[in-house]
């Protein structure tokens, strides 16, 4: 075998949490035969690197399963004893606990009272990188190579049978070479072994930016990467498929031989003649099916709802919502905004919900319901809020989320007393963690979206401080290939726009881009992105920034509730933020770019140019300090020249679902 070269602790255990077992049970004894019978089984499934294995126990209603997977390129003996080690492991660190997954370097161990066999299952997760920076001679050509490969190994796993879903393989990065292998649980389908491939691609471009090699590892799949070979190769080609049974269950007999030339002519020409009318038909029905789908449907919002009603298993009873809010309780409530109302829930098995109620009143917020619902329910990402369902009932149009318990970031960073809790380290996580969600929406998940009203308001933070971006109602689906698009509909939150899509209608990843920048220096300075009183100045936080970045006088910027973290990473925050807020939008970066900057300190930054909106500090204004003012459209158009007239924004707008 080769010698790994991932660096990790190992075993990593996750103990579970849906409580404990008793000493001497039924369910322990029952657990200690499935776990022995790993060293006893004659099963073939092991010499393809899992076992699996299911009992039921004794006196209960109950059954319990166990499953192991192991790197396919170990042998029977090895797999089975890396699995025996880690059943010990288990036995050791989750002595009494109902359910357990453990990690090694080289298999996975997971028991449960509940079936967890095909389905994806993307927590609990281990990551782990190698190297202290990336050993390579361009990491960008590195990275490329890396995606290139994994994507390809990807494909190949996810088209493996029943036994083994596995791939490995190398590609050239200019002098250097990348090595990877992933693998799925066999029991998952082929797009099910795709989907999770994709989300763990994905994920561990953020994990090991800075390093040559990494590894990531979820229940239902794995990612090995290093630029240095760790694998070997598999034993052996799968079986081939038995062949089709008849009727009567046995093979299908051979030909009958001996017939006449005649009749095998006539048997030709029947079965040739078959087979064109059958080709013939398929044609026929498809180009009927294309010119339908060339037909304009009534409407945009039909075609929308018929789609929802396919999505039967995320459709909640209403009277069931109806009780987990206490009939909409304004004790429930947890906030309120142009579309309706959002109202805290509890499922009858204690899950926590979060409810979105449009306003019956209101045919933007149906036309929001609509567009967020398709477009979170083909997303899924770990800081992406996640979709749980909706509800359509009569006039009532409800979508449910998962219950995020610390509010927005705004509630946070905006608060004289709670962005004290903020310290450095807390707010850079935040920071990276927006930054991946919006690489995802642009550029790793199945669909590319824009979304058009990122701001403080729009990132929830769950129980660990970890940003989850949310509120799509006003998002754009684009083509893989779409760079930009216009609209006369200028949506969003003035002050969050970039010039271009505030003045013009254009909007593009890079519009985005510049309200991620906007958020970064907000989370950085603990100011509102507004016209405020600085002394006896009035000031826009972009043009104090940029000001006060030129003089060198960083402490002006930087939070006061921040007495701790490196003054080199904030620095270089408030650099990256300035690179996108640049007015030229081919200026900015790219969010990869912005991920890549923010991830290695190797990473040369450029020097900006003055941002967008700059204004100077000669406004007279009789406004308090640290007012919630924004610009009018009219007003940006006329703000590099006279900048001297502003307005209050009390709402966003929202147009259509994306075309």
């Known amino acids: 075998m080769f010698a790994s ?50 009992a039921a126990i004794s006196g209960a209603s109950q059954t319990l399963y166990l499953f192991g997977l192991c790197r396919s390129d170990l042998n029977t003996e090895t797999c089975r004893a890396c699995l025996d080690v880690l059943a010990s492991d288990m036995r050791r660190l989750c002595p009494l606990q109902k359910e357990a997954l453990l990690y090694s ?25 190698t190297g202290d920076d990336v050993n390579v001679s361009s990491a960008d050509t590195y990275d490329a190579a890396r995606r290139k490969l994994l994507n390809g190994l990807s494909a190949e796993a ?17 002098p250097d070479m990348v090595y990877a292998l992933v693998q799925c649980t066999p029991d998952l389908t082929e797009q099910q072994c795709s989907e999770c491939l994709a989300l763990v691609a994905q994920e561990i471009r953020y994990c090991c930016l800075r390093y040559s090699g990494g590894r990531y590892m979820v229940p239902s799949c794995l990612i090995l990467y290093g630029n240095n070979r760790f694998f070997d190769p598999v034993s052996g080609p799968l079986p081939p498929p038995p062949p089709p049974p008849s009727q009567d269950g046995d093979a299908m007999p051979s030909p009958p031989v001996g017939k006449s030339n ?59 919502i109806r009780a987990a809010t206490d009939n909409f309780s304004d004790s429930r409530k947890l906030g309120q905004g142009g579309f309706g109302v959002v109202y805290m829930g509890q499922l009858s098995n204690g899950q926590k919900i979060a409810v979105k109620r449009l306003s019956q009143n209101s045919s933007q917020g149906e036309v929001e319901f609509k567009n967020e619902f398709m477009l979170l329910a083909k997303l899924q990402h770990r800081n992406l809020v996640r979709l749980l369902g909706f509800c359509l009932e009569g006039v009532e149009q409800l979508l449910i989320y998962e219950f995020v318990p610390n509010s927005s970031l705004d509630q946070f960073i905006f608060d004289p007393l709670k962005r004290t809790n903020l310290n450095w380290d807390m707010r850079h ?36 401080m970890n940003p989850k971006i949310s509120d799509f109602g ?3 689906l684009f083509e893989l290939d779409q760079t930009r698009a216009k609209t006369n509909r200028i949506v969003g939150t003035y002050g969050y726009m970039a010039p271009e899509y505030a003045m013009h209608g254009t909007f593009s990843i890079k519009s985005d881009v510049f309200s991620f920048g906007v958020l970064v220096l907000e989370i950085v300075s603990g100011q509102r992105n507004t016209l405020f009183r600085m002394g006896d100045d009035t000031e826009v936080l972009i043009s104090y920034i940029w000001k006060n970045w030129k003089e060198g006088s960083l402490s002006n910027i930087i939070d006061p509730s921040i007495t701790s973290g490196s003054s080199i990473e904030i620095a270089r925050c408030i650099h990256i933020g ?12 790219t969010m990869a770019s912005v991920l890549l900057m923010l991830n290695s300190d190797s990473v040369t930054l450029q020097v900006p140019s003055r941002p967008a909106f700059y204004i100077h500090s000669s406004v007279e204004s009789d406004m308090p300090s640290m007012q919630d003012y924004n610009l009018r459209v009219s007003e940006v158009k006329e703000s590099r020249s006279n900048a001297n007239q502003f307005s209050k924004n009390e709402a966003s707008m929202t147009e259509l679902y994306p075309r």
């Open 105 to 129: 370097g080289n298999c996975i161990i997971r028991y449960s009272d509940a079936s967890f066999f095909g389905e994806v299952v993307l927590q609990p997760d281990y990551v782990a990188g």
């Open 158 to 174: 996810a088209r493996g049978g029943s036994l083994r879903k596995y791939a490995s393989g190398n590609e050239s990065a200019g």
């Open 262 to 320: 005649s009749t095998r002519t006539v048997i030709i020409v029947v079965i040739t003649s078959i087979s064109a009318l059958l080709v013939i038909s398929i044609v026929i029905l498809l180009l009927n099916v294309k010119r339908k789908k060339k037909q304009p449907r009534e409407s945009v919002e039909g075609e929308v709802v018929d789609e929802i009603s396919t999505a039967e298993s995320l459709q909640f009873d209403f009277s069931i």
């Open 5 to 54: 070269t991932i660096n990790a602790q190992f075993p990593a255990a996750n103990c579970g949490s849906t409580g404990n077992f008793t000493a001497n049970s039924t369910y322990q004894t029952t657990l200690t035969t499935l776990v022995s019978s790993i060293s006893t089984t004659n099963s073939s499934s092991l010499s393809y690197g899992f076992f699996n294995a299911s």
């Open 429 to 464: 996580k935040i920071i990276m963690g927006i930054a991946r969600g919006m690489l995802y929406l642009h550029e790793d998940s199945r669909l590319r979206i824009i979304h058009r009203d990122l701001k403080a308001s729009n990132v929830l933070l769950d129980s660990e």
């Open 474 to 476: 006003m998002a754009r």
């Open 578 to 589: 300035l690179l996108c807020v640049q007015d030229n939008m081919i200026s900015r970066p």
